[in-house]
Structures are given as structure tokens and as C-alpha cells.
Nanobody, 127 residues
Framework: LQLVESGGDLVQPGGSLRLSCAASGLPSGLPLDYFAIGWFRQAPGKERDFVASVSRQGGGTMYAGSVKGRATISRNNAENTVWLHMSRLKSEDTAVYYC?????????????????WGQGTQVTVFS
């Protein structure tokens, strides 16, 4: 399973972004809804942190406290795509954002349960 993130950009505080995660190369016989999808981020000099997760069918979501109320994760399994929309961006949101797929799990922030990771997309919030 390959994941490719896009949508990262330079934005001013208070702005918004929509990050996309496109999945391809699904193991034969497995649809994307076999996988939980999560977004994580890593700021310079810091560990990678959980941002959001969406359930396999898209009906359930989970957010880190730092982004709750400012982030919306969604997915379209037919299009093999997951999005993370973030608004009211702050300087502390600056990080490389990664999407990850967890086979056979649902709504988890445990990084070790996510088997496949994208290369990341840079989000920089500056004034």
C-alpha cells in the first residue's frame, strides 16, 4: 500500500489548508475500508504526534486535543482518498504531516498499529 500526501503549503496564522492522502497499490482483495487512516505530524526537533484518525467507513473520527475543533478528517473509500482540513492555523501547527494506514484496526492513535506511511507534506504557518 502506497500513500502520497499533498496540499502542504506556507500559510499565515488563522488560515486554512486541506491536506490529501491518496492510496494506491492496495493488497489484492483488500479495499481501502479495511484500513483505518490516521494523520500524524512531526515538528522540527520533536517526536511524531497523532493528529486525527477516521474509522474505516468514515463515520467515526478522533482528534488530538491540540487540533480538536480546528481539524476535520474525512475519507472517500471509492476514491481511495483521505483528507485533513485544518483551519485557524497556528504557528505550532508547523510540521511535516503524514498519513498512515492501519490494516484491520479502527480509530486508533497508536502509531505502532499503522503499518504503511506516506512521505509527508510540509505545512508551515508563519506571519
Amino acid at each position: 500500500l502506497q500513500l502520497v500526501e499533498s496540499g502542504g503549503d506556507l500559510v499565515q496564522p488563522g488560515g486554512s489548508l486541506r491536506l490529501s492522502c491518496a492510496a494506491s497499490g492496495l493488497p489484492s482483495g483488500l479495499p481501502l475500508d479495511y484500513f483505518a487512516i490516521g494523520w500524524f505530524r512531526q515538528a522540527p526537533g520533536k517526536e511524531r504526534d497523532f493528529v486525527a484518525s477516521v474509522s474505516r467507513q468514515g463515520g467515526g473520527t478522533m482528534y488530538a486535543g491540540s487540533v480538536k475543533g480546528r481539524a476535520t478528517i474525512s475519507r472517500n473509500n471509492a476514491e481511495n482518498t483521505v483528507w485533513l482540513h485544518m483551519s485557524r492555523l497556528k504557528s505550532e501547527d508547523t510540521a511535516v504531516y503524514y498519513c498512515a494506514a492501519g490494516p484491520g484496526v479502527d480509530l486508533t492513535q497508536q502509531q505502532n498499529l499503522y503499518a504503511d506511511w506516506g512521505q509527508g507534506t510540509q505545512v508551515t504557518v508563519f506571519s
